[in-house]
Nanobody, 128 residues
Framework: QVRLVESGGGLVQAGDSLRLSCAASVRTFSSHTMAWFRQAPGKEREFVSAISWSGRNTYYADSVKGRFTISRDNAKNTVNLQMNSLKPEDTAVYYC?????????????????????WGQGTQVTVSS
């Protein structure tokens, strides 16, 4: 069983930064692909970013590329999402997700259905 707990959300103004963290309670954290998804009211959950088990490979949605940075610390069982230059359209509940294994050359990392474990979410609100 994997438990994921997100933190770091809040209310900020456009142009500000936030850093989300996800703490995972699992012994084999270093073998899990980790990701962030978000869901705005009335919209489907969408992929934001993912990082391979080693941290060597990172992936981003086009909408956040160049503004968000994902990182992980396998010694601390944490994954972070540094969000800069926030926009009102970034407003959503942000979820941490995990799956044991690697997506390889596929794009499975971008599909919510590929992940086995989810956190409860943290609200990010960006005012204009």
């Amino acid at each position: 069983q994997v438990r994921l707990v997100e933190s770091g959300g809040g209310l900020v103004q456009a142009g500000d930064s936030l850093r989300l963290s996800c703490a995972a309670s699992v012994r084999t954290f270093s073998s899990h692909t980790m990701a962030w998804f978000r869901q705005a009211p009335g919209k489907e959950r969408e992929f934001v970013s993912a990082i391979s088990w080693s941290g060597r490979n990172t992936y981003y949605a086009d909408s956040v590329k160049g503004r968000f940075t994902i990182s992980r610390d396998n010694a601390k069982n944490t994954v972070n999402l540094q969000m800069n230059s926030l926009k009102p359209e970034d407003t959503a509940v942000y979820y941490c997700a995990a799956r044991n294994g690697d997506a390889g050359i596929s794009s499975y990392y971008a599909f919510a259905s590929w992940y086995n474990y989810w956190g409860q979410g943290t609200q990010v609100t960006v005012s204009s």
